[in-house]
Each structure stands twice: as C-alpha cells, then as structure tokens.
C-alpha cells in the first residue's frame, strides 16, 4: 500500500507564518499603502496568532510568567503600535494587539476555572458571561480588531478539539466575525458574466488551512526563539515607524 500524503504544520512554523502575513500587513499600513494585495494576504495572521494563544494557555508550564511576559511586550509594544498606526507617541483610539491577547487569556482562564467545577450551569454561565464580558471590554478598551478580536480567541477556545464540529464551528464563527462583525472594504470581481464580490476580510479564513494541519508538535524551540516571537512586534513596528516618517 502507498504511503499517503501527510502534511504537518508545527508551532513554529504557525508563529512564522504568523509573523510574515503582519509583516506584510504593516507594510500596507505604513510604508507601501496602495498595494491592497498585502493586506489580503495580512488577514491571514491574525486567526492563526488568536490560535496560538490559545495554545500557550495550555502549554505553558507557568501561566503567571506567560501573561506576564504578554504584559510586558503589550506595554514596549504600545509606543511604536501608536507611531506606526497613528503616528503620534500618544493614540488613545487605538491599542495594540497584545492587549487583545492578555483580555482573551484572562476569559480563558475564568472558563478553566469554571469548567474546575465541575458543574455544568456554571460552564455555560460563564462561558455566555466571558462572550458578552470579551465583546464589550474589547469595544471599551478599543484594542486591536475591538470586539472581533477578543471573540476569535474565544472561537479557537471554545472550538478546541480537532472534531469535524469544532472545525464546523471555528469556519461559521469565523465567517460571522469577518464578514459580519467586521465586514470592511469588498472587491467587485467580473467573472463569466456575472459580478462577484470577495471581502478583504474573508481572506482571514485562509487561516484555517494551516491551523487545521497543526498536531500539537512544536518543532525547534529555545529560549532566543521564544523571545523572538515576542519581540518581533514591537521592533517590526518601531522600524516601520521610522521609515514612515522618513
């Protein structure tokens, strides 16, 4: 019998592609506007980087040095977030990514602390409570993608297990967060008589492609690689800002 095709993507490459499709995300936002090809592929990131957190709350050996560690790149990252987005030191309208994350983590861990219980009532309180808690505090707080963002953490949470109706739940949940709740600029594509509109958003679906072929291995891992992951955003960030203003 032949060998059948398997295909794996690992934590490390998830976090690469990750960092590639905001790179170019941010390149669209900053320095190279126009190219709208960019930022469709940039929507990519987002989903899989929600994805992982989810993860690392349930692979790190440490929860309190993790979302320290998230803490404290939120806090270097908000100045040159505020330059490359708004370019200005102080952008209150508008905060970064990792802030999104640290909200997230905190739902997370209320769910796990409920799921403790042992009681079902409590889950499903506490499950509708964090839905409606993460939608509002993102509105509030206006951190990255607002309440979307907080929400598609709480999809892959939610949706964790790898059975078709997770799958079935991260694609419709997904769906309804980008194409509903976020929605945004669409392009009319004429194609054999007919008009179709395909939304930029929509490209983040994409996501699942690579996140559904991760298995749990993490492949090359150190300590400088780890500190890599994080200090990526604030640094790429900080470049871009300056070449904007340059």
Not at 189 to 212: D, K
Request: glycine share 6%; with cysteine.
């Amino acid at each position: 019998m032949q060998n059948r095709l398997h295909i794996e993507v690992t934590s490390m490459a998830l976090h690469i592609m990750a960092m590639a499709f905001m790179l170019c995300d941010h390149l669209w936002g900053t320095i190279i506007p126009g190219n709208d090809w960019l930022t469709c592929i940039g929507r990519i990131s987002f989903p899989i980087f929600a994805f992982m957190i989810v993860e690392g709350y349930f692979h790190t050996s440490n929860l309190k040095k993790y979302a320290t560690r998230l803490l404290l790149f939120a806090v270097l990252s908000e100045i040159p977030f505020n330059l490359a987005m708004g370019s200005r030191i102080f952008y209150p309208i508008h905060q970064n990514v990792l802030w999104s994350f640290l909200i997230s983590l905190a739902l997370i861990h209320w769910n796990e602390k409920a799921k403790a219980t042992q009681k079902l009532w409590m889950r499903i309180l506490v499950g509708f409570a964090s839905v409606v808690l993460g939608a509002i505090i993102g509105l509030i707080t206006m951190v990255d993608f607002y309440h979307a963002g907080v929400l598609t953490v709480l999809v892959f949470y939610f949706f964790r297990r790898r059975t078709w109706w997770c799958y079935a739940g991260q694609l419709f949940c997904l769906w309804y967060i980008n194409m509903e709740l976020l929605g945004g600029l669409v392009y009319e594509i004429p194609l054999f008589g007919h008009t179709f509109i395909l939304a930029r958003q929509g490209f983040a679906l994409l996501a699942l492609i690579p996140i559904w072929l991760y298995r749990g291995k993490q492949g090359y891992h150190s300590k400088a690689l780890q500190y890599t992951y994080y200090a990526f955003y604030p640094v790429h960030l900080l470049i871009l800002s300056i070449l904007k203003m340059l």
